[in-house]
C-alpha cells in the first residue's frame, strides 16, 4: 500500500464508500420506488421520511458491518496463527455506524456532479439508480480516504465546547432566577403595605437575597455534580469514549471529599460557587457595558431593528463564552483539582521559612530537651543544633556474576540482595573489575561463607 497513488482512494475507502451508497440508495428504492429520475406525483414530504429512514438505518448497518468483519478477520486468526486476536470493544463497531452516518449527507452533496454526468444519458429509474450508486459512492470513497470523519470530529468539538460553555453561561443567570422567585414573589405581594420610605431598602434587601440565594444554588449543583459524576465512573464502559475523563474528575479534590463530607461542610463547592459568582459579576458588567456601546451606535434599544438587536445579542454572547473559556473555567477547575490550597500552603510555608532557606530544619530532639528544661528550671540550655539529614547512597556498584555486569547497586545491596564474598568481583562505576576483599570500603559487606 506505500506504492498506492495518494490521490486515488485505497481500496478499504471504496469498499466503504460503495458499502455506504449501495444500502443507503437501495433501502431509499425499496421505500420510493420508481421515483429517482422524475419526481412527478412526489411532494417534498412524501421524501423526508424515508430518506431519514434511510439515513438512520446506515448507523445499525455499518455497526453490523464491522461486528461481522471483525468475527471474520478473528476466525482466521485464529486458523492461521492459532491464537486469539486482540478483542474489538462494541464501540468500535457503533463508531463505525456514526461515521458513516455522518459522512452520508457530505458525500450526496459532494458527488451531485457526478451523479448528474452518469444521469444525463439516462432515461430509466433502474439507470438513475445506478447513476446515484455511482456518484454517491465516488464521493463516499475520497471521504473515507481523506479522512472526512476526523475532520468532522474536531469542528464538533470546537461546536461542542462552544454550546458547553454556553450552557454555562445559562446556568449562571437562570439559578438566581429560580433560587431567588420567592424573594422576588414576597417583594411583591408586600409592596402595597412597604412606605415607599424604605423602597430602597427593600430593594437592596431584594438584591442581597437573591445574590445569596443564588449561592446557594451555585454550591448545590456543584456539590450534586460531583456525586452524578461519580455515580458515572462507577458503571461507565472503560472502552468507551468519556471513561479516561470520568475516572480523572472522580479522582479531583471536588469529587473525592464529596463522598465523605455533608453539603454544608463541604468546601470546595462553596468556592466554586463563590467562582461562579464573581463571573455572574462579570457577565452583567460586560453586558452593561456593551449594551452602552450599542446605545452609541444604534441610539435607544427600543428603536432598534432586529439585526442591530441580533448584532449586539451575539456580541455579549460571544465575549461571555470567552471570558468564561479563559478565565473562568481554568479557574473552576483550579479550585475543583485542589490545587489552589496547595498553592497557598506552599506559599505559606515559604514565609514562615528563615531568610537562610539552604539551612536543614532544627533537630526535634534537642528542642525538646530545651523545652524540658525550661519547665523544671533549668537556665542553661543548650544551643539547638540544625540536623542534616542523610543524603542516600547513589548505586554506582556492579557485579561481575555468569559472564555479565549486573547493577548499580549500593553497598547495602551488595550485601543484602548479591551477599558477595571476598572472592566476588565488583567495581564502581566504569573502574577495572577487582575482588570485593580487595576494597577496604567494602569489608564490612562482606557475606562469609
Sequence with gaps: MNNWPKFLPDPTSCARGFALSISFWLILSVLLPNAYYSSDGFSSSDWESPIVVAWLCQILLFAFYHWGLTKFAEWVEIRRHNQQPP???????????????????????????????????????????????????????????????????????????????????????????????????????????VPKQLLPLTTFLLVICVLLSGIVGYAALQYWSAHLVNWAATWWPADSPGYSRLQARK????????????????????????????????LNLIASVLGAIGFLLFGKSSEWSETQEEIVGSAVAVVWVAVWHFWGWPREVEIARGKSEANKSQSSAKKKRSPNSNSPPPNPVEQDLNQLKATTGMNRMKPVRRSTPATPEVPQWYVFRSG?????????????????????????????????????ELASYLTQK
Excluded at 475520497?142 to 453561561?169: M, Q
Excluded at 479531583?252 to 459568582?277: I, P
Excluded at 550485601?415 to 570485593?436: D, F
Design 404 to 440: 555479565e555486569a549486573k547493577g548499580p547497586y549500593t553497598k547495602l545491596q551488595l550485601w543484602e540482595v548479591q551477599e558477595i564474598t571476598a572472592r566476588t568481583k565488583v567495581r564502581r562505576g566504569e573502574a577495572e573489575w577487582q575482588r570485593a576483599g580487595e576494597i577496604p
Design 251 to 282: 479522582a479531583w479534590k471536588h469529587n473525592r471529599t464529596a463522598t465523605s463530607q455533608s453539603f454544608v461542610r463541604h468546601t470546595t463547592s462553596w468556592h466554586l460557587a463563590a467562582n461562579d459568582t464573581t463571573n455572574l459579576i462579570y
Design 87 to 193: 478483542t474489538v470493544s462494541a464501540w468500535q463497531h457503533w463508531r463505525e455506524g456514526v461515521i458513516a452516518f455522518l459522512t452520508l449527507p457530505a458525500a450526496i452533496v459532494m458527488g451531485i456532479p457526478v451523479i448528474a454526468i452518469f444521469m444525463l444519458p439516462l432515461r430509466s429509474s433502474s439507470g438513475a439508480l445506478v447513476a446515484l450508486i455511482l456518484g454517491t459512492a465516488i464521493a463516499s470513497a475520497y471521504l473515507y480516504h481523506f479522512r472526512f470523519a476526523k475532520l468532522l470530529k474536531n469542528i464538533l468539538k470546537f461546536l461542542w465546547i462552544f454550546y458547553a460553555e454556553l450552557l454555562k453561561i445559562l446556568e449562571l443567570l437562570l439559578v438566581p432566577v429560580l433560587t431567588g422567585t420567592p424573594f422576588f414573589l414576597l417583594t411583591v405581594a408586600t409592596a402595597k403595605i
